[in-house]
């Protein structure tokens, strides 16, 4: 069963026609022809709290050879989950999900606790084929690894009750003078309910492992600090910054920035930090050149923070390997939040909340560096690839809210292998677009969005920018909610996804199918808008009629489709992602015909 749009004059009506087969569907990866394959890592073994980024390593069929493949667009076929043994790691505070688990082809986990874990991954296709692969992660105690006198504790009040025995207790409320004991094998610890001031500047230039965090109950500890410019830099002009952890502290700074960076830092965790500043970046090397001096940074994990901010933008600059930004809260409730990679090589962003109301061109956006290939780095391409955007829930006023794109109309960047799936998206007064893509081998899937606020009603927009090399291709939208239910004219037409081809140039392989495009007050409006490009569409409802329980859908569980929907059992069964947007099996046969039938849209319906 096939949803076609047919134009009219104005109006957009909606026709349905038999057919025996779908093309544009990339072709389905059949598991057998794999032998196995492998969880690769980050490491495998250190202290906690350890930050450990996976993925899958894939032992191709007619050779022995192992290859690296952390997102291969033939594991987007199937479905990928994560089990991290670790059942006592709780939900994300975020979003209220699973710790313990994660799906897809990359994964990160952070383990708190000792312990010796057995990691397994599963890959599942549609027709219930699977195959597994184990690592072990072994992770060391910190109250054996900084033992005695490599813990160093600080309190206003000599209040050392609940310190670690046989650390070193120093009476103080300057933060600054914790600086000359951050060493390689040390641990820093702040009493937690107490504050701590900082005038001063401190450059990490170190080898780990270290620990920089609090003791003790209570709030986490405070630190204010009143220079104007950085807090922390990390530094690598003698040594790699390498394996630290920075944790379970709150953060006040009015000007300047908390963490700075120069070059190649390897494993740094940021967790479970606060951030309540009137100007407040994490400013990790935007200087597309430092990739050419030494190797990028690598493995920086961001996890469970909250940053509050009052007075400027919150503004997080970043580029590098193995790059994570997991579970944290974002919250600029007058300003622009904005998140740009300036270059990201495997990279997780998930179950992060961000609410942004300033007007900016981007909330989330990832670049690429130049690739413009030089004697020294002759076999770097220096793209940006093997990407998830996954379990956020952003609202935003800016101009594109998820921007995967070269940064500009002259250079050459490629941003490919991307996955863009399970996000609840929301757009304000300034938005044009919820999600702009030009790259390759990129998939979108099982996403909601409300773009009822938005300044150009459309959803996704697919364009070439940059130079004409960059031409998209490879990109499947499917499965995904998007809903405008504001009043438009006859004149103003709501569209689900748009080609814009702007150098003449014609994207191509392109495919969207099994979305739901909710338009219940609109006049006109167009599921997608190919401007004569080479690229497929089919089983896409776009309509006015209620499909939900509510005209007006807000939350994510608003959009599930109603017993009476005329959505339901309409989707094609020919390419199948097995979970909808709340992690349940799709195929449902909610009709009650006896031929279950994918439903398009984000949400399965269930009886």
Not at 84 to 90: I, T
Not at 186 to 197: A, C, E, Q, S
Not at 283 to 309: G, L, V, W
Not at 496 to 510: A, H, L
Request: proline share 4%; net charge negative; with cysteine.
């Amino acid at each position: 069963m096939h949803y076609y749009i047919k134009k009219t004059a104005i109006f957009y009506s909606l026709t349905f026609f038999l057919l025996s087969s779908c093309s544009g569907i990339l072709p389905r990866v059949d598991l057998s022809s794999y032998k196995n394959f492998t969880i690769d890592t980050n490491t495998d073994t250190g202290v906690a709290p350890l930050s450990v980024f996976f993925g899958i390593k894939e032992i191709t069929p007619d050779t022995s050879e192992d290859r690296e493949n952390f997102y291969n667009p033939a594991f987007e076929n199937y479905s990928i989950l994560w089990d991290f043994d670790d059942v006592n790691s709780g939900v994300f505070t975020s979003t209220a999900q699973s710790r313990n688990s994660s799906y897809g082809p990359l994964a990160v986990h952070i383990f708190d606790n000792p312990g010796v874990y057995h990691v397994t991954v599963k890959a599942i296709q549609p027709d219930g084929t699977t195959i597994n692969s184990e690592k072990i992660i072994t992770v060391t105690n910190p109250d054996i690894v900084f033992s005695g006198d490599n813990t160093i504790c600080f309190d206003p009040d000599g209040d050392f009750s609940e310190s670690p025995p046989g650390s070193i207790n120093i009476v103080t409320n300057s933060f600054d003078a914790a600086f000359p004991y951050i060493q390689k094998g040390k641990r820093i610890l702040f009493h937690r309910g107490k504050t701590f001031t900082s005038s001063s500047q401190f450059s990490l230039d170190s080898e780990g492992p270290g620990h920089i965090g609090a003791y003790g109950s209570g709030e986490k500890p405070l630190i204010i600090s009143s220079n104007t410019g950085y807090l922390f830099y990390f530094t690598s002009m003698n040594n790699a910054t390498k394996d630290w952890r920075i944790a379970d502290l709150q953060f006040q700074k009015t000007t300047g920035r908390v963490f700075d960076s120069g070059l190649n830092i390897k494993e740094l965790l940021l967790y479970r930090l606060d951030f309540n500043n009137q100007q407040g970046e994490l400013f990790f090397s935007t200087d597309t050149t430092d990739y050419f001096k030494t190797p990028p940074h690598e493995m920086i994990t961001i996890a469970e923070c909250t940053f509050n901010h009052f007075n400027n933008s919150f503004e997080l600059y970043c580029g590098g390997n193995y790059i994570s930004l997991i579970g944290n809260t974002i919250s600029d409730d007058n300003n622009a939040a904005e998140i740009v990679f300036t270059y990201l090589n495997k990279g997780l962003i998930q179950h992060n909340i961000i609410n942004s109301s300033g007007a900016n061109n981007g909330t989330l956006a990832i670049f690429a560096n130049t690739s413009i290939k030089t004697t020294q780095f002759s076999n770097d391409q220096r793209i940006s690839s093997h990407i998830i955007i996954s379990d956020n829930v952003i609202t935003s006023n800016a101009r594109n809210i998820i921007t995967l794109s070269p940064g500009d109309n002259t250079s050459y960047e490629i941003i490919q292998n991307c996955l863009i799936e399970n996000n609840h998206i929301v757009s304000r007064s300034y938005t044009n677009n919820l999600i702009s893509i030009n790259g390759k081998n990129i998939t979108v899937r099982n996403n909601i969005g409300d773009y009822s606020l938005s300044t150009i009603k459309t959803a996704i927009t697919i364009s070439n920018n940059g130079i004409v090399l960059n031409s998209p291709s490879n990109i499947q939208i499917y499965h995904n909610t998007f809903s405008c239910t504001s009043v438009n004219d006859e004149n103003s037409i709501v569209t689900g996804v748009i080609f814009y081809n702007q150098f003449g140039i014609e994207s191509g392989n392109n495919v969207v199918f099994n979305n739901v495009f909710y338009f219940p007050n609109s006049i006109s409006y167009q599921s997608v808008d190919d401007d004569g490009q080479n690229n497929s569409s089919f089983t896409n409802f776009a309509g006015k009629s209620q499909i939900f329980s509510l005209m007006a859908p807000v939350t994510a569980k608003d959009y599930t489709p109603v017993s009476a929907s005329e959505i339901i059992d309409k989707g094609t069964n020919d390419k199948q992602y097995i979970y909808d947007y709340f992690r349940k099996q799709r195929i449902f046969d909610g009709d009650s015909d006896d031929r279950p039938q994918s439903d398009p849209g984000a949400i399965e319906y269930y009886q």
